[in-house]
Nanobody
Framework: QVQLAESGGGLVQAGGSLRLSCAAS????????MGWFRQAPGKEREFVAAINWGGGSTYYVDSVKGRFTISRDNAKDTVYLQMNSLKPEDTAVYYCAADQFITAATMSDSMTYDYWGQGTQVTVAS
């Protein structure tokens, strides 16, 4: 069992930055692939970014490439999402997710993640 807790959300002006954190507890964090997803009101949950267990491979949805950076610190059992040049369309609840058995082909599929945090709200004002 893995417990995940997101933090760092808030209200920011367009063009601004936020850094989300997701602290994990429970089983060995370093063996899990970690993902960030987001869900805007009235929309489906959307893949944002993912990072493999060692941090050597990262994946992003096209709409955030060049603006968002996912990273992890296995010594602190924490994964981060640095979000720069934020746009109003980035407004959503952001969730982190974890699973041990993710492949590059399934990394963007929310159904393949077993563990989820409660989410943190990000609001970008225009």
């Amino acid at each position: 069992q893995v417990q995940l807790a997101e933090s760092g959300g808030g209200l920011v002006q367009a063009g601004g930055s936020l850094r989300l954190s997701c602290a994990a507890s429970g089983r060995t964090f370093s063996s899990y692939t970690m993902g960030w997803f987001r869900q805007a009101p009235g929309k489906e949950r959307e893949f944002v970014a993912a990072i493999n267990w060692g941090g050597g491979s990262t994946y992003y949805v096209d709409s955030v490439k060049g603006r968002f950076t996912i990273s992890r610190d296995n010594a602190k059992d924490t994964v981060y999402l640095q979000m720069n040049s934020l746009k109003p369309e980035d407004t959503a609840v952001y969730y982190c997710a974890a699973d041990q058995f993710i492949t590059a082909a399934t990394m963007s599929d929310s159904m393949t993640y077993d563990y989820w945090g409660q989410g943190t709200q990000v609001t970008v004002a225009s």
